[in-house]
């Protein structure tokens, strides 16, 4: 069977990555010259987590290629929850480094969904980074909440912000011109948003789109999740 | 003190080019959004303006017409600090001149070292004229 990848979606991804990238090896440059200056151990830690954030996007975007030529794609049982906590987990450093509060919100207990959970952590922790990194106007508090909800159709589990300016229409337009413009969504960041285009990638592999949404006031991406009928049966 | 308006998105580089411009004995203005830079500006007068001319919502171009468009405001130098290439820009000198920038650094290859000589030779400068 052959497999057709999409080459000029991933040619803008790349181009996407190209241009995110260059912030965490700016970071690291200047953290390192900092650290010289001020002979100072605790720029070296930053360095640590900044290059470690740097590896994922990567890794992230080599996983959607990977998955883009994949038949077929091995879902297994997975816990939202879980998901989430992992992943809240992972982005605590950068959360603080930005100064946002971190907050995961699920309402309720949930019966695992079918994904695969490689992909699904993956995609949540490039959005996560996405929110973190852009910052809402100083009169808004900034807050991201790794949030989920019970919909008709499934779980609905998602990343949410105070940023202000994430609409549907915002998003529509920046799948549009991610890659050839240098910001994906300039409504609410100042990135290229290659986090928010490699999580709707990998999303997509498993076929649940990402999608505008909101939970508990904040406007934010989500996907619907389906559950795991065979286990909803146990 | 010399006041530094400096304009700069994400939040760990802000914090950066704070802490070593607040070493050389400015006062520094951090904000990540155009709007809140002007209101910034608004409380207290800068004497020389780093901004990055990639923001959410409004762009730095966006800033500099704004910043200009009030009298009181126009001799300020702007140094712009980009993540954007000069000539992936299009800037070119009489652009430059056009937008009262002083200097156009382009950010992934401007040291530290690099950015605290050129804000003090803008510095330097802004004494001469006036």
């Known amino acids: 069977m052959v497999i057709s990848v999409d080459s000029g979606s991933q040619e803008r991804l790349l181009r996407a990555l190209a241009e995110q990238i ?47 030529t994949q038949a077929s794609l091995e879902l297994e049982p997975v816990s939202v929850g879980a998901i989430l906590q992992d992943t809240a987990h992972r982005l ?24 695969n959970r490689q992909s699904l952590e993956a995609a949540y922790t490039m959005l ?16 991201v909440i790794l949030g989920a909800h019970r919909s008709q159709k499934g779980v609905v589990a998602g990343i949410f912000g105070t940023q202000p300016g994430l609409s549907a229409d915002a998003f ?46 904040c406007g934010g991406l989500a996907a619907t999740l389906l559950t795991s009928k065979q286990l909803q049966l146990i | 003190m010399k006041r530094v308006l400096l304009i700069e998105p994400d939040k760990p580089l802000s914090d950066i080019y704070r802490s070593v411009l607040v070493s050389d004995g400015y006062t520094v203005d951090a904000c990540a959004h155009a709007q809140d830079a002007v209101h910034a500006a608004d409380d207290n007068r800068p004497d020389i303006v780093v901004l990055e001319l990639q923001l959410a919502a409004h762009n730095g171009i966006e800033f500099i017409y704004e910043f200009k468009s009030y009298t009181e405001w126009q001799d300020i130098p702007i140094v ?25 650094l ?7 070292k690099r950015l605290r000589r050129i804000i003090l030779e803008t510095d330097l400068a802004a004494l001469g004229t006036t």
Request: proline share 6%; charged share 20%; hydrophobic share 40%.
């Open chain 1, 22 to 68: 260059k912030l965490p090896l700016i970071q690291i440059a200047r953290q390192a010259e900092l650290s010289q200056l001020t002979c100072s151990d605790k720029a070296l830690k930053s360095i640590e987590y900044t290059a470690d954030m740097a590896i994922r996007l990567i890794d992230s975007y080599l996983l959607s290629i990977h998955l883009q």
């Open chain 1, 92 to 115: 605590d450093r950068l959360a603080k480094e930005y100064n946002c509060t971190l907050e995961v919100h699920l309402t309720g207990r949930y019966e695992p969904v079918m994904a």
């Open chain 1, 128 to 143: 996560g980074y996405a929110f973190i990194e852009s910052a809402p106007p100083v009169a808004l508090k900034h807050q």
């Open chain 1, 172 to 217: 529509r337009r920046g799948k549009a011109i991610f890659g050839s413009s240098r910001q994906g969504l300039p409504a609410v960041s100042s990135a290229s948003g290659a986090g928010i285009f490699l999580a709707e990638s990998l999303l997509k592999s498993m076929e649940t789109p990402l999608r505008q949404s909101r939970h508990r006031k």
């Open chain 2, 80 to 104: 712009v600090h980009s993540i954007i290439p000069p000539a992936a820009f299009g800037m070119n000198p009489r652009m430059q001149r056009l937008c009262g920038i002083k200097h156009y």
């Open chain 2, 106 to 112: 382009y950010k992934p290859a401007t040291s530290l």
